[in-house]
């Protein structure tokens, strides 16, 4: 990838449509429970959380976030350069956790910096973008073709070094697909352990992603 192309790409990564917060609605039932499922009409999604998992506030979810502090001071830079705000957080455990939480990120981005790109090459450009940004980072799945809600996606599975907030270090396993609609691009997210009773196989994460659902 060239530099202005990795400039480009960055810059993309950073930024965001106004869809990410308050576009969409989690409703309780008349026992004031979570209900099951997150909808946006103006995103056009539709979200079922996982039995037992949590719906949660995105800027909460940030801040609790085991791997929101980056392993070096130029990678913190990255990453703050990439980071962005989800549409909705979904996860196994109620926040705050003491560790990593498997989680689920739902984010909506403009797809402008990749016209006329299939799912394919759009990931394909962001893992050159993302594979220099993270410590260790490795890919565990390689990216391939993948389908969310009958829309064609491209789906990998990489591996990375994050730390806690107080400077514990610790490996995070996270898997992307990228569905790009129109001049919309979605991106979905699941970050867990690699190790340990928090991991999620490849097959857990598929029935994670068969939750999510597009309204048209």
Known sequence: MSLRSHSRMCLFVASLLALSTG???????????????????????????????????????????AGAKATTAETQEALRRLGTSPLIVVTKHPEPYKTLNPTLYVIVRSGTQFP???????TRSIKAGI????????????IRSYKVSGYDGGRMTVQYLSATRDGREFANRSTFV???????????????????????????????????HFLE
């Open 23 to 65: 576009t969409g609605a989690v409703s309780s039932g008349q026992d004031g429970r979570q209900a099951d499922t997150f909808r946006s009409e103006v995103a056009k999604i539709e979200i079922q959380r996982p039995p037992g998992w949590h719906f949660q506030n995105p800027e909460a979810a940030v801040k609790y976030s």
């Open 116 to 122: 006329g790109q299939s799912a394919m090459e759009i």
């Open 131 to 142: 594979s220099n940004v993270y410590s260790q980072f490795q890919v565990v799945d390689d």
């Open 178 to 212: 990228f569905i790009p609609r129109g001049s919309i691009l979605y991106q979905l997210s699941i970050s867990a352990p690699p190790d340990g009773t928090d991991a999620l196989d490849e097959t857990t994460r598929d029935r994670i992603l068969r939750l999510v």
